[in-house]
């Protein structure tokens, strides 16, 4: 526990177990950014030269009306569609464990979207790579009025994770990064470290809907590199970012959530 009254205001108790679920719209949220790309090339003017770093401005005016409204739906869409993933993802995980330890509670921590836009006010803001950490003053009227949103920072497959309690800075735009973020691209990561990846299987709990210590030669090879590419060593140490949001102002840590097990499934 890093911040004892947060944490218990919100139920997080030490020794208590948290599911923690990572996952979006798969391939919707894709489909809608395409469309929104090819909306605002379509009614981009004829003869402009396109923006250089591939950013085109916000539909509006009365003519766009309808091409972002259709957007605005599409990634509305997407963000359902991702939030109900979510749900059934959790409900899945939580049954397996009632299951096998009997009797006990999930409660709702939190849902937070990120890679996501929310209109507020006359405004568009857009987080990419980054998550809501509203302070107080934005969260009056919610459970977290009194501290500021929950916040839920993953370090990886080989870290803790942090829950952090958002203090609304306004130069990051009430936002916090929702990772420790990469050290290393996919491909690097896939072709080396051969040592440290076989350490990491060896110490670290991870599960994939095959079991790859039994599959064919094949099979086993393919979900090794699907795995390296997302091992530890492919991503910064948490600690430093951590220490970063609370030096900053931008959250304040509440609780660190110690790793059990990875449950990888693609
Ligand atoms: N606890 C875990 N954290 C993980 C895992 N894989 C990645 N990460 C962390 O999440 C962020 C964001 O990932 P992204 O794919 O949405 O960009 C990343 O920077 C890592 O810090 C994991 O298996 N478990
Ligand atoms: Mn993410």
């Known amino acids: 526990m890093l911040d004892a009254p947060t944490a218990h205001a919100w139920g997080v108790r030490l020794g208590h177990v948290t599911v923690m679920v990572h996952s979006g719209s798969l391939g919707t949220g894709h489909l809608a950014g395409t469309l929104a790309l090819n909306l605002a090339t379509s009614v981009y003017p004829k003869g402009l030269a396109h923006p250089a770093n591939g950013f085109f401005p916000l539909l509006t005016g009365e003519q766009n ?3 972002l409204q259709g957007m605005r739906d599409a990634l509305h869409t997407a963000g359902n569609f991702a939030a109900v993933n979510r749900l059934f993802l959790v409900l899945m ?9 009997g009797d006990c509670e999930f409660p709702l921590l939190y ?10 006010d006359e405004h568009w803001l857009q987080r990419k790579g980054a998550t809501p950490a509203r302070g107080y003053e934005a969260m009056q009227g919610t459970p977290f009025a009194d501290t500021g949103e929950l916040v839920l920072v993953p370090g990886s497959m080989g870290a803790s994770s942090v829950v952090l309690a958002g203090q609304g800075h306004p130069q990051a735009l ?3 990064s929702h990772g420790a973020g990469r050290k290393q691209a996919r ?18 709990r991870v ?31 948490i600690g430093p970012v951590i220490q970063t949001l609370e030096q ?6 509440v609780a ?10 693609w």
């Open 111 to 120: 849902d937070a979207a990120h890679n996501f836009i929310w209109q507020e």
């Open 248 to 253: 900053t102002g931008i959250a304040r840590p």
């Open 187 to 204: 491909g690097e990561a896939m072709h080396a470290h051969e040592d440290e990846f076989r350490q990491f299987l060896h110490d670290f």
């Open 207 to 237: 599960v994939t809907p095959i079991d790859w210590r039994r599959a064919r030669a094949d099979v086993r090879a393919q979900k090794l590199a699907e795995l390296k590419q997302e091992a530890p060593f492919a991503y910064k140490g």
């Open 256 to 265: 660190e959530l110690w790793l059990l097990l990875t449950v990888k499934g």
């Open 65 to 67: 009306a309808a091409a």
């Open 93 to 101: 995980a939580t049954a397996v464990l009632q299951g096998t330890i």
């Open 174 to 176: 009430h936002s916090a």
